[in-house]
């Protein structure tokens, strides 16, 4: 099925992009496997016609979004984000008119409609940077209250917090990590900024997933508690064979990001199903919040 997948790439002249929780058939086939922030820089600069998003459909919806010349092929189209359900332009535009004037800064993990009504996106690796970026002491950021409240923490800015999140990062305890820690006494523990307050503070590292990733091959240490989708697993055991991975949980499980398989891959392509195309007038104002973003 890799061969078969990997043959019609070539033929369509198409790309593979991977997020770093799909699985592991999934990111051992694809051209590229990355957090939010790689794969949107890598759907804007590809000069492939066809990009194929193993992710969920908001990423899709951002390749379309920097890439309107290209089919974007989301290969399951029910691969959806619940924290991204969480808000609705209707409802995001309730809450700016009834604030004062400030910049919106929206998660990636966001519907295309939701990023038009932004000022700015931000993705977990980035989200410090962008809020430290903006000439204004009050934000109001959306839609991951917990992703809000860790940009608060290292920026001292007032943010006003959505009330939306992961609903698997948020799954993580305290009670979590204590046991892990107990189990895997000296092992490092890394906290994807998803998660609560309560377990960033617990954090050794805070970092998207290709931070850790990162992360983990540079440091010295030997053993690593995984704060994030236990799909990050895979890349950290493959490219560090000599060091042990731990999931904080098992429970840390999208079941989204776990959908698409490679004969669904085989399938989109063969058939050039599951196109996502986000409309000009959604796009062009959804471009300017993210191309900010990439600027920055
Ligand atoms: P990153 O890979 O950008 O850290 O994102 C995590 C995530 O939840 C994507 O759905
Ligand atoms: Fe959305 Fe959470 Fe799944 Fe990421 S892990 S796609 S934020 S529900």
Redesign the pocket.
């Known amino acids: 099925m890799k061969a078969k997948v990997r043959k019609l790439l070539k033929e369509k002249n198409a790309i593979m992009l991977a997020?770093?929780?799909q699985l592991p058939e999934i990111q051992d086939t694809a051209d590229m496997c990355g957090?939010?922030?790689e794969l949107s820089r890598q759907a804007a600069k590809t000069d492939a016609d066809i990009i194929v998003f193993c992710g969920?459909h908001f990423m899709a919806e951002t390749a379309s979004i920097l890439s309107p010349d290209k089919t974007v092929l989301l290969p399951r189209e029910d691969a959806g984000?619940e924290m991204a359900d969480m808000i609705t332009a209707e409802s995001l535009q309730k809450k700016i008119e009834s604030l004062p004037p400030m910049p919106v800064v929206t998660y990636v993990?966001s519907t295309a409609v939701v990023k038009a009504l932004s000022t700015i996106c931000c993705?977990?690796?980035n989200v410090v940077k962008i809020t430290e970026s903006l000439d204004a002491d009050e934000i109001l950021m959306t839609p991951d209250r917990n992703l809000a409240k860790y940009a608060e923490s290292q920026t001292g800015k007032k943010i006003h917090i959505w009330d939306g999140c992961?609903p698997y990062h948020d799954r993580l305890t305290p009670a979590h990590v204590v046991a892990a820690r107990a189990k895997h006494p000296g092992a490092v523990f890394m906290a994807?900024p998803?998660c609560r307050p309560e377990i960033i503070a617990l954090a050794d590292v805070v970092a998207?997933?290709?931070g850790m990733i990162q992360h983990a091959q540079a440091a010295a240490d030997k053993e690593f508690i995984v704060g994030t989708?236990v799909g990050l697993l895979h890349t950290l055991n493959k490219q560090n064979p000599e060091k042990k991975f731990y999931p904080a949980s098992e429970e840390l499980l999208c079941p989204d990001m776990k959908k698409i398989t490679l004969a669904n891959v085989a399938n989109c392509l063969e058939n050039l199903s599951g196109e996502v195309k986000v409309p000009e007038e959604i796009r062009v104002p959804a471009l300017a919040a993210v191309k900010r973003m990439i600027s920055i």
């Open positions: 997020h770093n929780y957090d939010s922030l969920v984000c993990n993705t977990s690796a992961c994807h998803e998207s997933t290709s989708e």
